[in-house]
């Protein structure tokens, strides 16, 4: 990625966030990507590049605790309906009135916020790997844990407890290999031993064991996640997990009305099939409820499909965007 096409802006709220922008050209709009954890804006470099050179504006934030954006260690910092705003002050400063957004991971959490309280700016939404959701004002984390268990036969959010527990950040960064190597595994059937249950991720990043790393990342893509992941510690995105099991997310949530939930915005959903946590069909069922006109499309891959299968996702959100 050209690092000139790098801006910062200080958001309403004085955080400063660092973003590639690329002015549309003739009629196009802008299209804004939002990564989920662990990434940075560099993980849309496949996408950058593409819709680019189809004169497609856009806005591609290193989000809040991440690379050039502040790090900020206070979980309540990272509400999604503050994480939202920021991402519309970036436009703002930008000039930009209404935008394309698509999501991915924690990025399709923003996403849906941004269309819940920004509706009228949001020309349509994309999200990638975890569909449209909806405010939980009602989060319980055991509920999900024994629904996923009944629905699937294991927890798939066990990760969570120690990404949200005192200590994961300094793990995390003393054993980064094997942490990359199993976020982007061969494997996507490796999370379902090392990530989705209770205590497995703090075992395995502890036990010296490391599984195969995705074949698709290049070396390149390799030493430039972790410059930009290690630029400012671990707490900032670990807080994306703290924030909802200290019950902040869910008193943010309960601000959000209930007709506000669904959503006829043209959207687009593309499920990740090999995913082994964010189930496609699970994440299917809950799109298709609240978004009344939504576009489905498969990808076989795992969590990552922008990054492993980006010319099919790219062919298949251009069809989407010159459609609308």
Known sequence: MDV??????????GFTYRYHFT???????????????????????????????????????????YAGTSIVFDAASYKHTLLAKDVMDVLDAEKIQKAIVIGHDWGSRITSRIVQNYGDRVIAAGFLAVGYLVPNPNFDYEAIMAFSKEQ???????????????????IIEENWDAFHGLLYSEDPKEWMTHLAPRGAVKSYLTSGHKVTPASWLTAEDKKTQMQNLLMGGFTGPLNYYTVCLSGLQKEDDATIPEEKYAT?????????LEDAIC?????????????????????KTGHWPQMQAPDEVNKELLAWIESL
């Open 4 to 13: 000139s096409a790098y801006r910062a802006t200080q958001v309403s709220r």
């Open 23 to 65: 002015a549309p050209k003739e009629s196009h709009p802008t299209i804004v990507f939002i990564h989920g954890f662990p990434s940075t804006a560099y993980d849309w470099h496949h996408q950058i590049k593409f819709f680019k050179e189809k004169g497609y504006g856009l806005v591609v934030p290193d989000m809040l605790g």
């Open 152 to 170: 699937v036969g294991y927890e798939i959010l066990g990760y969570w407890e120690f990404f949200a527990s005192e200590g994961a950040d300094k």
């Open 264 to 272: 006829d915005k043209p959207v687009f959903f593309g499920a990740a």
């Open 279 to 299: 189930l496609a069909p699970l994440q299917k069922a809950g799109t298709e409820k609240f978004a009344k006109n939504v576009t489905i499309k498969d990808f």
